[in-house]
C-alpha cells in the first residue's frame, strides 16, 4: 500500500482570493439564495431540506447572542473540553451556513466571536494533556481531531469572510490558523506526510485553511505534502489509499470516516479551481470510493464490521449525509444514494442537499439499497488480495457473505485472513467482533481504543478463520502481516445455482497455507446454504482452530458435549485469554450440528468431523476486568493434524412465528457430508440433504476456465471444465 | 384466591336454537352482509378491515378443495401433529367466517370435511403418548390445547351449522365433539372444576359447543361447573380469577391469554342470551381485566415479564386483537384501545373489528397507549396485597416502575415478593428474567417449560429483591406462598414531585419482615431518580443478599474489585447455582456507584454500604448443559446483619449519541448518601445531589395520613403530617 504507482503533480492554477468571491469553498451566494427559497417554501413545508434546515437554525439560535466558551483543552474524549471543542467547530459551520442563507449578521457573529477566542487560545497551546500517542494534537487529545477543527474552522471563516474587517481576519489567520497548520506540517511532519486517513484530514484542513485565507502555500503544502513534492499530499493520498475498484484498505468502518475529507476537500478544490477536474482524478475514484463504501453495509445499513469497526456505525452517520450530497451534485442523479438519503433523513445545506430534497418529494424511493455480488481488489494496483460480497435474495430477505482475503489494512486492521462473516434478515449470523471501543465515553479510557482491542478484538480467534496452534496470523504483528496479503484463486458469479470464490494466504503462519473456497447456493427448497470448504497444508502436524462465532440462542446439537462445574479460558495468549471454555465435545467423528435461533431464523452449521475433532462452545468475557466486551459466542472445530480439511455448511432455515407459537422447518435437513477424494489435484465431496445431494468437485491446483478435467471416483465418472464443478442431483 | 365470595347462579334462559338461527354466536347473518361490503369496499383498500379480510382468505385459499390433514397425534408442541391440529382449528374457524361472509360454500366445505374427519379420529383418542402432566390431552399433549380446539371447532360449527345435513351434525357432536366434553368433564373432572385459567379455556370451549349445538347440558356445565352447583364454571372463574381492580393473579403474561376465551365465550353467551348483561357482571369485570391488563404492559407494548411470561409477548398478541375487537363492539368506543389495534395492524372478521378499522381511518390515533400510574388490588376481595405501577414522563420517555407485593399467583407465580422492576424508554433497565421456555420449539423440550423454569427463573434470586440466607421465598415451596400475600402499608401519587408506595412481606422467611418503600422522583435537572428503601428485621442475624438484575454494559464503578481467573458459581441452589460469579468487592464501606448503558442512556445505581456490604457481579450461565438461560447480569450487594437496610438510588441520566460521538452527562450526580435517623419509629435519610439534597423521613409504624410526626435529627427539627416527608433543597 506504501507503493505509489504514479504522482500527480499539477501545478493548482491559484486564483487569487478576493473578497467579493467569498464565499466559494462551500456555498456560494447563488447557492445560498436558492437554498433561501427552499428553506421558505411554504409547500415544501415538509422537505427534508427544510426540516434540515430548522433543525440547524434550532442548534444554533441557542448559542445567538451568548458568550460561547472556548475553553483551555484538558479532558480526553468524552470529557467537557473536548465535547465542547468539538460541537464548536460544528457551530461555526453551521452558524456560517446560516448567514449566507438568511443574511442575518448574528449568525456571521457567533463565528467572528468564536474564532477571534480560538486567535487567542491557539499560540498558547502545547501537546494536549491527555495525548497518549506521539501525534498528540493541541485542541485535542490527538491531532486527528484538530484536523476536524481545521476544516470545519476553515470553512466556516471562509463562509464568514466578508463579515470580518481586515484587521479581524489578520489575528484569526495568524492567531487561530497558523499555530494549527505550523503545529501539523512541522512538529508533526512525519504524521502529515503520512498516506493515511487522519492524514488526509489533515491535508483537508490545511488545504480549505489555505484557500479560505488565500494562502498558496498552504494549498501546495496539502496537495503535495509539506516538501510539496507530490510524494504525500492529497493527491498521493487518492492515488495511494484505494484500490482502482475504490477498496479503501483500512476496510467499510474507515471508508466512511475517511470519505468526508476527501469529498469536503475535493470539493472545495473543484470550486476554486473547476479546471483541476479533481472529481473525475483517477477514473472519479471518489464516486468509487463512495459507492463501494455503500455496499460494504448490510441491509440494515450497517457497515460490516471489518478490521477496527464500531458496530452501531451506519450509512445514515453524518459523514455520509455530506458525502452523498456533495456526491450528488458532482455526480448526477443516483437512485441508490436516494435510498441512503431517505434513510438518512436529513441532507447538508448546500445545494447537493436541496437537490437530494428535492429529489426525494418527487420520486418514488426504493425500500433497499441496490447491493449486489461486488467484488474489490485491494492494493494501490488492485494486486493486493480483495474482499468478494457474495449476496443472495433480495430486500429484507437479502443475505450477504462476506469473504475477507486482502491486505492487512494498516494499523486498523486484524489478524483476520480468510475470514468469513454472514449477514442475514438483517442481522449477524456469523460475526466478527468489531472493535472495542466507546467512542464519546470517557470513563471508558477517554473514548480511545481500549487495550482489548489489540489484545482481543483484533486477534485471529476473534474471527471466523482458522488459528494455528493458538496463535494469530502473523504472530500478532502489524508491520509483518502489512507486508503480505491472500490471493483470490478464482471466483464465478455466473451460474444461477452457486456463487463461488476461493482464496489463498501463504504467509500468515510459516509453512502453512490456508486455502478456503466458499459457495454460496441460491435457494434449495427455500433454504439458503454456504458451503465451506477449508484446507490447510502445513509442513508438520499442528493444532488448528476453526471458530464459528454463531450469533443466537442455542437450540440444539446432534452431539454430546460436557459442560465444566467452574469455567476455565481457553487459552493464555492471542485472545484465548478472553474466552470461557463453556463446553467441549471431545474426538467427535461424524457430522457435527449445531441449530441456533437468531432473531426469528434458524441456522444450523453442519460441520464434517470424521478425521477426529474437538469441539469446544466459548463465551467472551474471561480476563475483562472493567467489563469492556460483550459476552458473545463460538463454537470451535479443533483437529490436530498436518493438513486438515474444515469442511462445513450453513443452513439458513425455517421461522420461529412468537406470536402463533409455531416453529416452521426448524430442523436441518443435511444429513451427509462426504468427501469422495482429497488430493493434491482435486477435491470432491458430496452434500446429502433430505431429498437432494449436492455434488462439489474442485481443482486444486489449476483453476483454468478452460481447463478440462475428468476424474472417477467410486466408479462414478465426473468431468468439468474450470475451476470446479456443481450438480445437484435427487436422491 | 380459592375462597369464593358469592356465586353467581343466574337460570340460563336456554333459547331453542333452531337452523334458522345460525350462525349466532360470533357473527349473524346481519353481520356477515355488513363485514362482506366492508370487505369489497374499494375506497377502504387500505382499511384494517381488508387487508385481515384478505390476509384470512388468502391463508384459508390455500387449503381449499385440498384435503387438509388431521393426523393421529403424536408430537408434542412444535412437532407436526401438534401445529397441524393447531392450525386445524384455526381454519376451520376462519374457513367459517369466510363461508358466512362471501357466501361461497367452498369454504363451508373446508370446515364439513375436517370436523367429519375429526368425528372419525376423536373417538379413537387416548391420552396423548407425550403428556407429562396429569392433565393430558387427547388431541394434543395437554388438555389446555384440547380446549382451544373445542373453542374454535365449536365457534367453526355454529358458522356452518345451515350448512350440514342433519346426519352431518349428529356424526359430528357424536363423533368430534362428545368425546372431548365427557372427556375433560369426567375423566379430568379434576381439571374441569377448577378456578385456573387453564379450566376458563375448558368452560368456554363446553360452554361454545353447548350453544352451537342446542346442547343445555353442555352449557350449564361450562357455567356452573360438573356438577352444575356454581362453585366452579364460567361464572365463578369470572368471580375469582380477578381483583376487583380487575388484576388477574397470575399476571399480565397469564391474563392477555386468559382473556381471550372469557371474552369469546361472554360474547357467545351474550349472543345467545342477552337478558344476561355477562359483560356487566361484576361490574363489567372483563373490561376492567382487559385495561388493567393493558396497562401492564411497558411503552413498547409488552407485558411486564412477572411470574411465568415470555418476553417477546406483547400487546399485539392474537388473543388481544380478538379480545379488543369484542370489547370494542360491548364497551364502545376507546382511543386507549385504538392505540393498540393500530399497532396491532390487523382486526378480527367480525362487527368489532370493523368497527375498529372504520375508527383507525376516522381519527387520529395517539402514538402511546394511555400509561398511568396504576395501581390493582390482589385478591377476590382486593385484600391480598396487590402490584403498583409508577409512571413518570411520556411518550418515549415514558419510565415505569413496577412494584408487586401480590399473592403468589398460581403455579405460574414466582417467589419474588416486593421486587420491582424498571423499564424506561422502552427498554429494561432493571429486568426480571421472566421464564425459561421457548414455545413451539419442538428441539427445547416440546416448546414446554424448561426445568430452569422453577430451577432458576421463578427463584428469588432471579428477581430484585432480598434473598435470606441463599434460600428462596416460603423456600420456594408454591403451595406455602398461596397460602400468604404482602400487603401495601401506604401509597401516595398526590405529590407532583414523588410518587411512593410502601409494602410489608412477612411470611417469605420466618421471623424476617420485609419492608420496601419505593419514591420515585418527578425529573431533577433532567433526571429521574428511584428511592429504593428495604428495611429488613430478623429474629437473628442472616446472610442477606438484594440483587439488582441491571440490563446493560457496565460503563464504571466507583469501587474496586477483584475478578477471579476461573468462574464459580455464586452459590449451590435455589437458583444461586446458576450464577457465575464474575467479580466480587469485600466489605465495602461508603457509597458504591455502578454506571450502566443501556442503549442510548445511562443508569446508575447508588447504594450505601456503610454497615459494610459485600458486592458481587454476576452472569446466567451455569448448570445449563442445554443452553437454556440467557447469560444475563446481576449486582448484588450482601450485607451479614441482624436488620440491616438497602438504601439505593436508581438514577436515569445522560445521552449516548453514537452518531456524533457524543456522551452527554454520563456522570452520576450522587454525592452521598446519609442515614440520619433509624429505629423502629422513623427513618429519616439524605441523598446528597450535586447541587441539591433531598430529605425523606418515614414513620415506620403510623401509616395513618393524619399522624402528625415530629423528630430532631443534628439539631434540625423535622415535621410532617401522614407516613413520609419529602423534601428538595439547594445544597
Redesign the interface.
Known sequence: MLKKIFVFIACFIFVYSNAQKHPFLYINKQDANELLQASKNTIGTSSVFKQSFLETKKEVDAFVGKEVDVPFPVDP??GYTH?KH??NYMLMFNAGLLYNITGESKYALVVKNMLLKYAVLNPTLKKHPQATSPFAGHIFWQALNDANWMVYAGLAYDLVYNFLSAEERNKIEIGAFKPEVDYLTIDLKDWYDRLHNHSVWASAGIGIIGLASNNKDYVDMALYGSDKSGKVGFIAQMDNLFSPDGYYTEGPYYVRYAILPYMLFANAIDKANPSMKIFEHRNSILQKALITCLQQTNSNGSFFPLNDA?K??DF???ELVTAIDIARSKYGKDNGLLTVAKKQNRVSLDKGGLLISNELMSNKIDAFFPYKTIESKDGVLGDEGGISILRNGKGEDLSSLVYKYASQGLGHGHFDRLSMNVFDKGNEILQDYGSAR???????YG?RYLSENTKYAAQTIAHNTIVQDEISHFNGDTDLGQKYHANKLFSDFNNPNVQVVAAIEENAYKGTTLKRTLFFLDSIHGRKYIIDLFMVNAAVAHQFDLPFHYNG????TNFKYT?P?????FGKHDGYEFL?K??EAIKTNGLAQL?Y?NKEKFYTISTLTTDTTNIY?T?I???????NL??ETSIVFRKNKQSPIFLSVLEMHGY????????YD??SKVKEIIVLQQDDKTTIFKIVLNNTSLLFALSNNNFDEKARHNVTVSSENIQWTGPYHFKKMAN
Chains 1, 2 share one sequence.
Open positions: 474524549a468524552g465535547d468539538k460541537s464500531l452501531e456505525k445514515t452517520s453524518n466507546f467512542i464519546g465515553i470517557e470513563q471508558k473514548g440462542q442455542v437450540i440444539s459442560t462445574k467452574t469455567l476455565e479460558t470461557w463453556e463446553a441449530t435461533l462452545f463465551r468475557g474471561a480476563n475483562d476486568p472493567s467489563f460483550r459476552p420461529y412465528d412468537t406470536r402463533n407459537e409455531f416453529s426448524s430442523y
